[in-house]
Nanobody, 127 residues
Framework: QVQLVESGGGLVQAGDSLRLSCAASGLTFVWYTLAWFRQAPGKEREFAASVSASGGTTYYADSLKDRFIVSRDNIKNTVYLHMNNLNPEDTAIYYC????????????????????WGQGTQVTVSS
């Protein structure tokens, strides 16, 4: 049984930083691309960032690439999202997802290409 469990969300102030974690189990972690998506209230789920199976390639949403950093630890079976200089527009539920054979930016951006999802962690940024 595959499980992706996010943690690290919470209530922060504008300008703060936060690190999200997603611990994976029940799958061969090193085979999977890991991604972060987010869904703000009243909006569709959107791609935030992803990291390839080896960790050597990362993709970001254009609007986030200067503030967010995605990384993974293939020993701990965990993927991270470091978020800096947060603003109220970053308020959303953040989801971790795992998928295979996602070798292009376009494939990484589509949520339908990911096989497994976590339940999400809420991030709220106050102004």
């Amino acid at each position: 049984q595959v499980q992706l469990v996010e943690s690290g969300g919470g209530l922060v102030q504008a300008g703060d930083s936060l690190r999200l974690s997603c611990a994976a189990s029940g799958l061969t972690f090193v085979w999977y691309t890991l991604a972060w998506f987010r869904q703000a209230p009243g909006k569709e789920r959107e791609f935030a960032a992803s990291v390839s199976a080896s960790g050597g390639t990362t993709y970001y949403a254009d609007s986030l690439k200067d503030r967010f950093i995605v990384s993974r630890d293939n020993i701990k079976n965990t993927v991270y999202l470091h978020m800096n200089n947060l603003n109220p527009e970053d308020t959303a539920i953040y989801y971790c997802a795992a998928g295979r054979d996602l070798n292009t930016r376009g494939l990484n951006r589509r949520s339908a290409n990911f096989d497994y999802w976590g339940q999400g962690t809420q991030v709220t940024v106050s102004s």
